[in-house]
């Protein structure tokens, strides 16, 4: 087990992208009540890109797209304000495109939260260029806000384990479950199409390839119950053909799914999985990726 993550985790602040759509909406709204239950400040970026804009649109138009987006951020701040009147909301407009300005905004510590699809989107099942650019390409933790926003909590977070090495970004989801007074469950599925013809050569059956997939994710429950006393964590794995079918239908029953992101094999930076790609645009709930060696290189509380 590589970790060494031995304290709890500083949850930072929380920076959500609007626009004008309906599920940048719902996501500011959920972005404060995360920031509440943090005891963090919510800030609220409208990337207006007017950078590239300036290039084709005349001064006018430039002036007409800033002006909105001020509205805009005053009317986000407003409606978060009616809803959560304690929590401190601050504001930025944005002249570079909306990837560029979130990163920069949420700088090394933040946590970036953007609406599923954006003005652009084409249905409700596919993840806008936005979140999807942010979740590969960003240092931060970033949380696409998936399913029906009034949904009943379920009181669980889910992190969906891979391996050992996945320990020191679960740190990050015990602090998420623990500042929302929720209980941790650790899910791994063991793919049985991926273990024919290879680890099966090595060892006796799948029963054994599952009961070694048991035995780390069990070391690494115990390990987190030592950061985190208070906090309840179960583990399971699963067994079945379809990773990213399991995590979907796992999405359903849980308030948040938070999933590790992996590096590029030769070194170029964060890559999104296959498994990754599919929660992100069928999940039912929202869905955070976490970048590697996020949580080794925070500060503490």
Same mark, same amino acid.
């Given at each position: 087990m590589t970790g060494t993550t031995s304290d709890p985790v500083a949850l930072g602040a929380v920076v959500v992208g609007v626009d004008a759509s309906a599920a940048a909406r719902a996501a500011a709204l959920w972005a404060a009540e995360e920031a509440d239950?943090?005891? *963090? %400040?919510?800030?609220? &970026?409208?990337?207006?890109?007017?950078?590239?804009?300036?290039?084709?649109?005349?001064?006018?138009?430039?002036?007409?797209?800033?002006?909105?987006?001020?509205?805009?951020?005053?009317?986000?701040?407003?409606?978060?304000?009616d809803r959560y009147p304690g929590l401190v909301v601050t504001t930025e407009l944005s002249r570079v495109d909306p990837v560029g300005g979130l990163r920069a905004a949420a700088g090394g510590r933040g946590t970036i939260v953007v609406g599923s699809r954006g003005l652009g989107g084409f249905g409700a099942l596919m993840l806008g260029s936005v979140g999807l650019g942010?979740?590969? *390409? %960003?240092?931060?933790? &970033?949380?696409?806000v998936r399913g029906e926003p009034d949904r009943p909590a379920a009181g669980v977070i889910t992190a969906a384990v891979h391996g050992a090495s996945d320990l020191d970004w679960l740190m990050l989801a015990a602090a998420e479950a623990r500042a929302r007074k929720a209980s941790l469950r650790l899910l791994s599925v063991c793919n049985v199409l991926a273990q024919v013809g290879t680890v099966t050569t090595m060892l006796d059956s799948l029963g054994e390839v599952a009961k070694q997939q048991v035995h780390?994710?069990?070391?690494?429950?115990?390990?987190?119950?030592?950061?985190?006393?208070?906090?309840?964590?179960?583990?399971?794995?699963?067994?079945?053909?379809?990773?990213?079918?399991?995590?979907?239908?796992?999405?359903?029953?849980?308030?948040?799914?938070?999933?590790?992101?992996?590096?590029?094999?030769?070194?170029?930076?964060?890559?999104?999985?296959r498994v990754s790609h599919a929660v992100l645009h069928h999940g039912h709930c929202p869905v955070e990726i976490v970048p590697p060696e996020y949580v080794g290189t925070a500060e503490g509380p």
């Open positions: 239950h943090r005891g *963090r %400040t919510l800030h609220v &970026v409208h990337a207006a890109d007017t950078q590239r804009r300036m290039l084709y649109a005349g001064v006018e138009a430039v002036q007409a797209i800033l002006e909105a987006g001020r509205d805009l951020l005053t009317e986000t701040a407003e409606a978060v304000g942010l979740a590969a *390409r %960003t240092e931060a933790p &970033v949380i696409v780390e994710v069990t070391a690494m429950a115990v390990r987190i119950r030592e950061v985190y006393p208070d906090l309840t964590v179960t583990h399971h794995v699963e067994t079945g053909t379809s990773v990213p079918g399991i995590l979907v239908e796992a999405s359903k029953h849980t308030d948040l799914m938070v999933l590790g992101s992996r590096r590029h094999m030769l070194g170029l930076g964060p890559a999104l999985s």
